[in-house]
């Protein structure tokens, strides 16, 4: 089996971090404990950091390009 790299870590934790978050302040909006300003700011706090780990992940210069056109 292989092992998890960091950076797959940290994108799975952060992900999981994000979902759970945004779940619990649904929640807190919903039950009246914040409100709704609080929580779209809590939303625009923490996704860009989400778009940053993607791009970071996904546009890695130490992948090897595969050529286009082939079929493996």
Known sequence: M???????????AFTLTFCLGQ????LL?????ISTEV?????????P????IAEWYFKREDRVAE????IK
């Open 2 to 12: 292989k092992e998890m790299s960091a950076r797959k870590f940290m994108v799975v």
């Open 23 to 26: 779940v619990g302040n649904c």
């Open 29 to 33: 909006c919903v039950m009246g404990k």
């Open 39 to 47: 929580y779209i700011a809590l939303w625009g706090g923490f996704s």
């Open 49 to 52: 950091l989400m778009i940053l």
């Open 67 to 70: 050529p286009k056109g082939e």
